[in-house]
């Protein structure tokens, strides 16, 4: 297996370094343009050095978030053209990886779904990834993060007491539970694929995932340490000590003195005895709750930073988008790339160090290269030329 091109990146330092670096490096990884979970799961593959084609549709600007189109190359098929699917399925005879993100069956009636691909490589891992999964009786219904994670608790699990459940974001559903599972799931079976020669499908959905993700809820309900209601268990805000107040100048501090020692030391930093702060009744707890918020009232949230910097009491400031990227830490660390402002890859690996490279080529910019490239002929660029409004999206990216 050929390792991927050399393209233009930045390590962590922005230094420019050849890509194909990190762990993947070598790995191929074919997916079938589309939006959420699956783009971002070849993301992260890519931020891992494996060299990912993203085939995009013609006439059509490039979907989802443009982030996620780090790190890959584009090229142009009309799936719905037989020729079109005969190249993707090409491509895909020399892949490791390949992902779609259909609802069930589309990748079928294009001529690219899991039968298809495993009859040209039979070594293929094929990652489809949808929201309700390929069966039962939702499999087919429409859906978004919102949806998946109410099905499964965590959306009934998040907010307030006396309060309707809180939105997070994308993050418990499409990006946790969907992208990082299918992630998972690929790894594992390239693993699998690379010691018997045997590829797979791997049938990531959304609700699996997040149901996953909660699998200590769901023990602790089990075992009568969880309350089924909003904001009344130990990390749902319903401990004074487990929570986000307010500072004078309408800052956040989050703060999560959890053990005795910890808890001590908030207290002491809080200018408040144990007598004060006794935990133990929680009948006590509204009071309690009252005295954090009047007292972190009393300062701005900088000041309060540097009356616990250098404390193990678990409090921490509650930081917006921009400040996030300029906090010392993350800047020590290099969190953020420091060339791009984004999330930088993560994790880190001691002997095979990741780079994030090319962020967002436009759509078909890399057709001719990576058809050259893959297919090993000038045939693959000639079959190319069958795909109309290539020049056009050429000349316009």
Known sequence: ???????????QSGDSVPAGAGPLAGVRVVELGGIGPAPYAAM???????????????????????AMRRG??????????????????????RADIGIEGFRPGIAEKLGV???????????????????????????????????????????????????PPVVPHCLVG?????????????????????????????????????????????????A?????ERGVNLLDSGRPWYDVYETADHGWLAVGALEDVFYAQLLDRLGMSTADGD???????????ARFAAVFATRTRREWEDIFNGSDACVTPV??????????????????????????AAPRFSATPTRISQLTPPSCADTDVVLAEWLGSPGGTQRRSAVPGTAALKKGS
């Open 1 to 11: 297996m050929r390792s991927s091109s050399e393209l233009p990146a930045t390590s």
């Open 113 to 163: 779904g899991p039968g298809d691909c495993l009859s040209h490589n039979g070594q293929l891992v094929y990652g489809r990834m949808t929201g309700w999964g390929q069966d039962g009786p939702w499999a087919h219904k429409a859906g978004h993060d919102i949806n998946y994670i109410g099905l499964v608790g965590a959306l009934h699990s998040i907010g307030r007491s006396g309060g």
């Open 319 to 344: 930081l917006g988008l921009e400040d996030a990227r300029t906090h010392p830490h993350n800047v020590a660390r290099r969190v953020f790339d420091p060339v791009t402002g984004l999330p930088a």
């Open 44 to 66: 992260l593959l890519a931020d891992l050095g494996a060299d990912v084609v993203r085939i995009d549709r013609p006439r059509t600007a490039p979907s989802g978030s443009p």
């Open 279 to 289: 935990r133990t009744d929680p009948a006590r707890w509204p009071a309690l709750r």
């Open 174 to 222: 499409d990006l946790g539970g969907g992208g990082m599972y299918l992630v998972t799931g690929l790894l594992a079976a390239l693993l699998h694929a690379r010691t018997t020669g045997e590829g797979q499908v791997v049938d990531a959905a959304i609700i699996d995932g997040a149901a996953t993700l909660m699998t200590p809820t769901y023990g602790r309900l089990a």
């Open 224 to 228: 009568d340490d969880w309350r089924d």
């Open 72 to 93: 890959k190359r584009s090229v142009v098929l009309d799936l719905r053209n037989p020729a079109d699917s005969g190249i993707a399925l090409d491509l895909v005879a």
